[in-house]
């Protein structure tokens, strides 16, 4: 709530790292909107430790059987992304057979609401592609 007080330049800056991204959300009130509800859809953590908890616990002993994956697979990931690092989305396409990395330019953990548009067209343009080659065999 602090941060809702403070407006949108400090929820901003600490949501996102980038100063670039920063000002590419601040002039995009929609995006910016999405981000806040995001958020918030998440308070009070309180209600969910339970569930956050058993999160931690279940991604801590994870294990994707990534080869088994036989769909089409695009795999997005920001080249500045603080908290995921750009191994696991290169490791990822490299154990799903026939996947598609995109890296993101200054992509952080936020780029679906600082670089929605890009990544909306590289979906789109996948998706188009991928029923393309679906209707010919």
């Given at each position: 709530m602090l941060l809702e007080f403070l407006g949108d330049e400090a929820f901003v800056s600490y949501m996102l790292p980038n100063p670039i991204n920063q000002q590419k959300?601040?002039?995009?009130?929609?995006?910016?909107?999405?981000?806040?509800?995001a958020i918030w859809s998440i308070w009070p953590l309180s209600l969910r430790k339970k569930g956050f908890d058993n999160?931690?616990?279940?991604?801590t002993n994870l294990t994707l059987s990534l080869e088994e994956i036989k769909v089409p697979t695009l795999v997005l990931h920001g080249d500045g992304d603080i908290t995921v690092?750009?191994?696991h989305?290169?490791?990822s396409t490299r154990r799903i057979k026939g996947a598609k990395l995109h890296i993101i330019k200054e992509g952080d953990h936020m780029m679906s609401f600082?670089?929605?548009?890009?990544i909306d067209a590289l979906i789109e343009e996948f998706v188009t592609n991928m029923s393309k080659d679906w209707r010919t065999q």
């Open positions: 959300l601040l002039k995009d009130p929609k995006q910016l909107e999405n981000l806040k509800k999160d931690y616990k279940q991604f690092g750009l191994n989305a290169k490791e600082t670089h929605s548009k890009e």
